[in-house]
Antibody
């Protein structure tokens, strides 16, 4: 079955950097676009970024553009999110999610990894 | 890209029906049928409920249905059950350079 397991979340100081990973299994990773979606504690979902199945194209939310980079290693079935210049309002549970093969919906979600930006 | 607008909360008694609205613009909800709905139970990851406005993935109850009129999409839950207590989010593709947007979320309470 489809599994998405995020890792890398921790406490980091404002201005710091962090790299999140998402290990995918149970499907042909290289055939699917992948997303990062975040959720601040007690708040709603915010779409962060998406990368095409080949990794050739990436798109970002305005709030993270220029600071975050989404990438993937199809040989290792792994999705990444490199986060720089972190701010306190980046504190959130970060979900790795799979885009449906034919369509724009997200059909599978991981359980999330918590990033806390605090001094 | 601003979040799509949803009511903060909706409540009803078991057995009743509720409808949650999701309002955007011609650049997202109104311009495309790429509207999805997600259910998020407390402490859990979201789960896909509907896609392309009204299509249900395998395993999702027929009590969940969707529609769209103009710039507003709607999720209807019929025969409300206690297990439907959750947060519900809409999402849409957008023509802007940030191609996805979520709604503000709606907390459903079963009285």
């Amino acid at each position: 079955q489809v599994q998405l397991v995020e890792s890398g979340g921790r406490v980091v100081q404002p201005g710091g950097s962090l790299r999140l990973s998402c290990a995918a299994s149970g499907f042909t990773f290289s055939s699917f676009a992948m997303h990062w979606v975040r959720q601040p504690p007690g708040k709603g979902l915010e779409w962060v970024a998406v990368i095409t199945n080949t990794g050739n194209n990436q798109y970002y939310a305005d709030s993270v553009k220029g600071r975050f980079t989404i990438s993937r290693d199809n040989s290792k079935n792994t999705l990444f999110l490199e986060m720089n210049s972190l701010r306190t309002d980046d504190t959130a549970l970060f979900y790795c999610a799979r885009s449906a093969y034919a369509g724009y919906q997200i059909d599978y979600w991981g359980q999330g990894t918590l990033v806390t930006v605090s001094s | 890209q601003s979040a799509l607008t949803q009511p903060a909360s909706v409540s009803a008694s078991p057995g009743q029906s509720i409808t949650i609205s999701c309002t955007g613009s011609g650049s997202d909800v109104g311009g495309y049928n790429h509207v999805s709905w997600y259910q998020q139970e407390p402490g859990k990851a979201p789960k896909l409920l509907l896609f392309e406005v009204s299509n249900r993935p395998s395993g999702v109850s027929h009590r969940f249905s969707g529609s769209k009129s103009g710039n507003t999409a709607s999720l209807t839950i019929s025969g409300l059950q206690g297990g439907d207590e959750a947060d519900y989010y809409c999402s849409s593709y957008t023509i802007t350079d940030t191609p996805y947007v979520f709604g503000t979320g709606t907390k459903v309470t079963v009285l």
